[in-house]
């Protein structure tokens, strides 16, 4: 190398070492290899799908599934419906349980955080033992354990389990009294959404009254008048017309009542629990990230408690809260594809399984699977961040 | 003093000496103002507290009646657990447990060959001490042993067969010419002038032959040993293939959590360097593959692995049955562990790399030498905590069909030898007990760490 870096003039490197230019040999290597494979593993595909005699494109869904869904949110049957359907079935499926999994989970985590900090010996320790139990058990096994060793060795509808306010409890499931609307029931529903709206239009010009003139007015006895006093006024106006069918035993099963199947019920229960051991820790690790400083700083401005806590700690706090929430809230919905080792038709177990099983066309199939899933952590993960930009720290 | 004294003579009485210290008022210390500080400082916390008590006296008693004072410990068959036939409340079954050991340990791997997984087993815990010990020797020997020659050797011993033994033989043939060349190497350094200067064949010159390239040779040494010895097993005792469709139990989960991290830690340390480039496809490509496998859940990955990996390759290569989850498990952690690894890069200060590079050193060195080693270091706590993760997340291959520890516990309940009423019951304690004891102490060793890295900061 000393004779030929003699001859070149200083300042030029040989193009081998140019920075630049390896860049762009690297890139174009990578880009070639995984060219590639891509190309190799298509055109495998291709001859493997050709050999196997199996399908291809989404033709498949249009045609008829033949195979029935005992949960579903919208019209399904095993004769005339399409796997099309049957993929909406099992989407819906995944959703409700994920949006009622968030919530309760969102409930519970942080009802055992604050649990956590507690000055109380004894809750503090349950708590502890809570969290370090179900974050460290996998899911399958806890999910196994609620749906096999809870919910399966309930008694037989003859002997269900009377739970208060009609409910029943059995190996079928849980047994929930329907509601039935009669003239005018509509109303109430509607008196409840406006009283919903009132409040929300009430509370924002409360607030900007607050920070004009300095006056407050009562924003929480206003919103349990507009949502829970409104309802029930209309409730009586109009006559009362809402009634409930509880379920009943009629020969070997019960009628009536909706009937909530004990792998949803499995699944929810699981998922809630395992994600609010979670949730627990993140809202923990929140609350002690306010420094003391903080709090005593309210104290000496003459807040009391409740509004130091309102006000100052958890702001703050959910400024250091929301991004792992966010990404709890997204294993939770990722997880709820659980749901095919207990058998709830999630949109896994119904498509990635039996349509797969059916179909054979394995590609296409999973392919669709995994972009619903990519799309639902893609919008949510958009939502938190709207939410994390509102919340983040505003510098002058 | 005279003076003072003579002042207080109208007192009657001045103490001379100190007072021996009074312990503390009962209402302020011991364990009674302990009780009223923590239990009952005001009325909401007695009601908690009544509460707690109440949900404990509730259940513990119970429990430790069920799996402990109930239970029973010895038997042979179902009838040793059924309350009739006992004639007595009976709890847990810890005798179908004990029955069935075997099966949760090995699956249905032959009887006759499962020394071999129990020299795997000791590898592998060998591994994992030296790798996780902070204070063992020879750290370098440690990774090697880890990363390379415990997947070779768990491959050969585990499957075993014709293959296996071809590929034993492949990597003894490469030790032993290596291990040549490293003698001819220590005689005449001469031969490597080119590539360690003048300046360093001066240094090795100085030294006696036996500690000429003392690393390199170390490692190759070491490995030849292991692969002398594996052959060694392969010709007395012999190493009959084992199917994949045998192997079960804690072996297999213990094996896909072990390729999980062997295979996702390199490739996630790849993928974070590819992440942090400047170079905007090499960026493009680590991004999508990173974000779109933290996307999907892991039971898709395992079905894609499935079902289109067999698709992807030629019919006459189609992976076996347990190396599809396999390959499914280590790119999914491998995209964690990325974003885990990414977090030590971002918290390098900037003055490390620019330290790096104005001694000269060129990217990869930058990173061999400079960065990585810190990086890695500080996200230990991190990895460690992906991989419990993992640990956890290992009990879906049950879905697609594998037979790990969770499954064979699954399998043993449906079998009508153990079938009494408590066996669910003390199977899925069994498996807690397993899990738990496993994630707990990784969690307990990452905190140790972590409170080992920050008072290093702290100083």
Known sequence: ?396 | MTDATTEMAPYAFVRRETLEQQPAPLSVAGPLAWVRQHLLSSPLNIALTLVCVYLVVDSVPGLVRFYFLDAIWTGTSRDACLADKVGRPVGACWAYIADRFQYFIYGSYPIPQRWRVNIVFVMFALGVVWLLWTSAPKKKLGIFFFFVLLPISAYVLLLGGPGAERFLGFCLMVTLALAALYVVLSFAPQLVRFNIGDAGLAVVQQLPVWKRFFGPKQLVLFALAIFVFLSLLASSPGLPRVDTGLWGGMTVTFLIAAVGIVFSLPLGVVLALGRRSRLPIIQLLSVIFIEFVRGVPLITVLFMANTMLPLFVPQEYSPDRLLRPLVGVALFAAAYMAEVVRGGLQAMPKGQYEGAMSLGLGYWSMMRLIILPQALRIVIPGIVNTFIGLFKDTTLVTIVGIFDFLRTIEATLVDPTWATPTTRATGYAFAAVFYFLCCWGMSRYSIAVEKRLAAGQKR
Do not use: C
Request: proline residues 5%; charged residues 10%.
């Open chain 1, 1 to 396: 190398m000393s004779t030929t870096s003699a001859e070149i003039k200083p300042g030029k490197a040989s193009l081998l070492y140019d920075p630049k230019i390896r860049g762009y040999v690297y890139q174009f290597a990578l880009l070639a290899v995984v060219g590639f494979l891509i190309w190799s593993a298509a055109s495998n595909a291709i001859e493997n799908l050709r050999a196997q005699k199996i399908a291809s494109g989404f033709g498949f869904w249009h045609n008829a599934a033949g195979f029935d869904i005992n949960q579903k949110l919208i019209p399904f049957s095993a004769s005339g419906s399409t796997y099309g359907q049957a993929f909406w079935v099992g989407l819906l499926n995944t959703l409700l349980v994920a949006s009622i999994g968030i919530v309760l989970a969102t409930f519970l985590g942080f009802f055992v955080g604050v649990a956590r900090l507690s000055s109380n010996w004894i809750v503090s320790k349950l708590a502890m033992i809570y969290v370090e139990v179900i974050r460290n058990l996998p899911l399958l096994l806890q999910l196994f354990f609620w749906y096999n060793a809870v919910l399966k060795p309930l008694p037989n509808p003859r002997q269900s389990i009377e739970l208060p306010a009609g409910f029943l409890l059995n190996n079928r499931g849980l047994y929930v009294p329907d509601p039935q609307f009669g003239p005018g029931g509509n109303l109430i529903i509607w008196a409840l959404l406006i009283g919903l709206v009132a409040t929300f239009v009430f509370r924002s010009w409360a607030r900007k009254q607050q920070a004009a003139t300095g006056k407050q007015y009562p924003i929480g006895l206003v919103a349990l008048g507009l949502i829970i006093v409104l309802p029930l006024l209309v409730y009586f106006a109009t006559g009362r017309p809402i009634t409930f069918v509880y379920p009943e035993l009629a020969g070997f099963n019960l009628r009536g009542g909706i009937q909530i199947f004990p792998e949803f019920v499995a699944l929810l229960v699981g998922l809630t629990t395992y994600t609010a051991g979670f949730i627990a820790e993140v809202v923990r690790a929140g609350i002690l990230a306010v420094s003391k400083g903080q709090t005593e700083a309210a104290n000496a401005l003459g807040l009391r408690a409740g509004p130091t806590l309102k006000l100052v700690v958890i702001p703050q706090a959910m400024r250091v809260i929301i991004p792992p929430l966010t990404s709890n809230y997204l294993n939770l919905t990722k997880n709820s594809s659980l749901a095919v080792a207990i058998g709830y038709p999630d949109l896994v177990q119904v498509f990635t399984g039996t349509v797969l099983n059916q179909t054979g066309q394995a590609v296409e199939v999973v392919a669709i699977t995994m972009a619903v899933y990519l799309t639902i952590s893609l919008v949510t993960s958009f939502f938190m961040n709207i939410y994390n930009k509102r919340m983040a720290l505003v510098e002058r």
